[in-house]
């Protein structure tokens, strides 16, 4: 009895000490606090977010959880890539409106946001899609869509069955997906996971932590997600000198970067079908279709059209006109600067256009 005691009193300072750090430290959301927790405060009490770009957190997932939350389908949708992510609902005068805009977004987390919605029954009125030149380049897609994977395949099941039987292999596609969604709430085999503890373990001797704090302000010192899905940017990037965004911009030119368009040489066929057959079935679902093209700054949209290996932008462009065209789908917006007057000055950075800026580049044209 004796030795077990021993071991006893030698083990558990150390299963105390891998709880502790996992909790405090917490950087996944699965114990302190968890994306459902942070999408109750959003949606249910109408709260901001403040600290979650500072403890790196997976906004898929905190999509996910936000997209749960709701109760009835929203009138509008915003779905894109990090260029739409400060339309908020101010914008649209509607509080029935939710931003889905994601990081990095490719065609999958497309579809994923909408499988989201049509297996919760909650296809919104209008649904407002962003649509980058880089969309269609699968040279440069990443796989941080797959934490939302179970609902692509849902929404790639969805799109295959709807003009042979819409409903024949629903139940299918549904349990499927309900079978392996997502957790976004507290993970309580985390307390002494091993492997947790590890990477907890340089998150805190870099002093990071995921921490969050929740406010009714618009726009703070920090980066901020708002309850309605869009973002506002830090203060710095807010009052920015426009000579720090033109030599941001020149050292990309500098450097042959346009993001997301390097090894771009022909659109996608893959990605293009996909992303067709998403809108012919929303559009079967009776959601009104909006596509947007967000615009380059004019400097770099400039050396888009000067350049051979980057003109593939404006070919996107000129396919994306052509389908509206042949859908009936509203077209707004264009990569073209000229149309909405941008100019550098109305940027944060390289490619994102200030929100006081963006109800201008949201124009009809055709």
Same mark, same amino acid.
């Given at each position: 009895?004796?030795?077990?005691?021993?071991?006893?009193?030698?083990?558990?300072?150390?299963?105390?000490?891998?709880?502790?750090?996992?909790?405090?430290?917490?950087?996944?959301?699965?114990? @302190?606090?968890?994306?459902?927790?942070?999408?109750?405060?959003?949606?249910? @009490?109408?709260?901001?977010?403040?600290?979650?770009?500072?403890?790196?957190?997976?906004?898929?997932?905190?999509?996910?959880?936000?997209?749960?939350?709701?109760?009835?389908?929203?009138?509008?949708?915003?779905?894109?890539? #990090?260029?739409?992510?400060?339309?908020?609902?101010?914008?649209?005068?509607?509080?029935?409106?939710?931003?889905?805009?994601?990081?990095?977004?490719?065609?999958?987390?497309?579809?994923?946001?909408?499988?989201?919605?049509?297996?919760?029954?909650?296809?919104?009125?209008?649904?407002? &899609?962003?649509?980058?030149?880089?969309?269609?380049?699968?040279?440069?897609?990443?796989?941080?869509?797959?934490?939302?994977?179970?609902?692509?395949?849902?929404?790639?099941?969805?799109?295959?069955? @709807?003009?042979?039987?819409?409903?024949?292999?629903?139940?299918?596609?549904?349990?499927?997906? +309900?079978?392996?969604?997502?957790?976004?709430?507290?993970?309580? +085999?985390?307390?002494?996971?091993l492997d947790y503890f590890r990477y907890n373990i340089t998150r805190l001797w870099g002093?990071?932590?995921?921490?969050?704090?929740?406010?009714?302000?618009?726009e703070t010192e920090c980066y901020l997600k708002h309850y309605d899905g869009s973002i506002?940017?830090?203060?710095?990037?807010?009052?920015?000198?426009? #000579?720090?965004?033109?030599?941001?911009?020149?050292?990309? &030119?500098?450097?042959?970067?346009?993001?997301?368009?390097?090894?771009?040489?022909?659109?996608?066929?893959?990605?293009?079908?996909?992303?067709?057959?998403?809108?012919?079935?929303?559009?079967?679902?009776?959601?009104?279709?909006?596509?947007?093209?967000?615009?380059?700054?004019?400097?770099?949209?400039?050396?888009?059209? #000067?350049?051979?290996?980057?003109?593939?932008?404006?070919?996107?462009?000129?396919?994306?006109?052509?389908?509206? #065209?042949?859908?009936?789908?509203?077209?707004?917006?264009?990569?073209?600067?000229?149309?909405?007057?941008?100019?550098?000055?109305?940027?944060?950075?390289?490619?994102?256009?200030?929100?006081?800026?963006?109800?201008?580049?949201?124009?009809?044209?055709?």
């Amino acid at each position: 009895m004796k030795k077990w005691g021993k071991a006893v009193l030698f083990i558990l300072p150390l299963v105390c000490m891998v709880a502790a750090v996992n909790w405090y430290v917490d950087s996944y959301a699965y114990l @302190r606090v968890t994306y459902d927790r942070i999408s109750e405060e959003m949606a249910e @009490r109408g709260m901001n977010v403040e600290g979650l770009q500072e403890s790196d957190f997976n906004d898929r997932k905190l999509l996910l959880a936000c997209l749960n939350r709701q109760t009835a389908p929203k009138e509008i949708i915003v779905a894109g890539s #990090s260029r739409v992510m400060n339309f908020d609902h101010t914008m649209f005068g509607t509080d029935s409106f939710y931003n889905t805009g994601l990081s990095e977004s490719t065609v999958y987390d497309l579809l994923a946001v909408a499988g989201i919605l049509d297996r919760k029954g909650q296809l919104p009125e209008k649904m407002i &899609i962003g649509v980058d030149a880089f969309l269609f380049n699968a040279s440069h897609d990443n796989d941080r869509w797959k934490d939302l994977e179970d609902y692509e395949i849902y929404m790639e099941e969805k799109i295959a069955n @709807r003009q042979e039987d819409a409903s024949r292999n629903a139940e299918t596609a549904g349990g499927r997906a +309900a079978e392996l969604q997502v957790d976004t709430g507290r993970d309580n +085999a985390k307390w002494l996971s091993l492997d947790y503890f590890r990477y907890n373990i340089t998150r805190l001797w870099g002093r990071r932590r995921f921490e969050v704090d929740y406010t009714t302000d618009w726009e703070t010192e920090c980066y901020l997600k708002h309850y309605d899905g869009s973002i506002a940017y830090e203060r710095s990037l807010r009052e920015v000198d426009v #000579s720090e965004v033109e030599a941001l911009t020149g050292q990309s &030119i500098g450097e042959h970067v346009v993001y997301r368009l390097t090894d771009y040489q022909e659109i996608d066929a893959e990605s293009m079908a996909l992303f067709s057959g998403l809108t012919d079935y929303l559009q079967s679902r009776g959601v009104e279709v909006i596509w947007y093209l967000p615009p380059y700054s004019p400097m770099m949209y400039n050396y888009i059209e #000067s350049e051979e290996q980057f003109r593939i932008a404006l070919q996107v462009e000129d396919s994306i006109r052509k389908k509206a #065209s042949e859908r009936g789908i509203a077209l707004y917006g264009s990569y073209d600067p000229a149309g909405c007057g941008l100019e550098m000055g109305d940027l944060y950075d390289v490619y994102h256009v200030k929100t006081e800026k963006m109800p201008d580049t949201f124009y009809r044209v055709q």
